[in-house]
T-cell receptor, first 113, second 109 residues
Framework: DAGVIQSPRHEVTEMGQEVTLRCKPISGHNSLFWYRQTMMRGLELLIYFNNNVPIDDSGMPEDRFSAKMPNASFSTLKIQPSEPRDSAVYFC???????????FGSGTRLTVV | QQPVQSPQAVILREGEDAVINCSSSKALYSVHWYRQKHGEAPVFLMILLKGGEQKGHEKISASFNEKKQQSSLYLTASQLSYSGTYFCGTERGDDKIIFGKGTRLHILP
């Protein structure tokens, strides 16, 4: 299995631009999670999906952030417009239903200048 | 709601033991432990379910005290490869994990 695949690995963009992060979960995993990691705040849960349905988006910072999961093998996290304070590493993780741990992707390091 | 980990950082010599603690103010369904090396993604170590069980993974084991809402991770005879940041994650039965701020572990040769 290729694991959870995220793209791009690095993204540098100017303030005000739209940013789209992509994630392909492990086949057969029912839940998908988007986390953001910074030194100050650690790993923050932004949103998670179960069977492609958004279950909890209470961690999404504000309306500039949106996430979709159109099918079981693809999810996007979009920031529009981006701001310097959005700079962080964004991780996608997936999990199979039951008593299992998360498998994280390699992350996208986002820098907004 | 975020679990509290202690200590924040530990420096050990190879072969020494360490304990990392994780506590929550809320009732828990399960506790997860992950290790993250610098520049990499967190890697799942183990999950403990309510019921006070203890699990092991090589020389790394953990316990979960449901009544006290606490978990501890035990690293015995530490190896250089154990260096990294350890995160506990708590789950309250709603499928989502809230992570602590992490414990940085540095092993010296």
């Amino acid at each position: 299995d290729a694991g959870v695949i995220q793209s791009p690995r690095h993204e540098v963009t100017e303030m005000g631009q739209e940013v789209t992060l992509r994630c392909k979960p492990i086949s057969g995993h029912n839940s998908l999670f988007w986390y953001r990691q910074t030194m100050m705040r650690g790993l923050e849960l932004l949103i998670y999906f179960n069977n492609n349905v958004p279950i909890d988006d209470s961690g999404m910072p504000e309306d500039r952030f949106s996430a979709k999961m159109p099918n079981a093998s693809f999810s996007t996290l979009k920031i529009q417009p981006s701001e310097p304070r959005d700079s962080a590493v964004y991780f996608c993780a997936s999990r199979k239903d039951g008593y299992y741990g998360y498998t994280f992707g390699s992350g996208t390091r986002l820098t907004v200048v | 709601q975020q679990p509290v980990q202690s200590p924040q950082a530990v420096i050990l010599r190879e072969g020494e033991d360490a304990v990392i603690n994780c506590s929550s103010s809320k009732a828990l369904y399960s506790v997860h432990w992950y290790r993250q090396k610098h520049g990499e993604a967190p890697v799942f170590l183990m999950i403990l379910l309510k019921g006070g069980e203890q699990k092991g993974h090589e020389k790394i084991s953990a316990s979960f005290n449901e009544k006290k809402q606490q978990s501890s991770l035990y690293l015995t005879a530490s190896q250089l490869s154990y260096s990294g940041t350890y995160f506990c994650g708590t789950e309250r039965g709603d499928d989502k994990i809230i992570f602590g701020k992490g414990t940085r572990l540095h092993i010296l040769p």
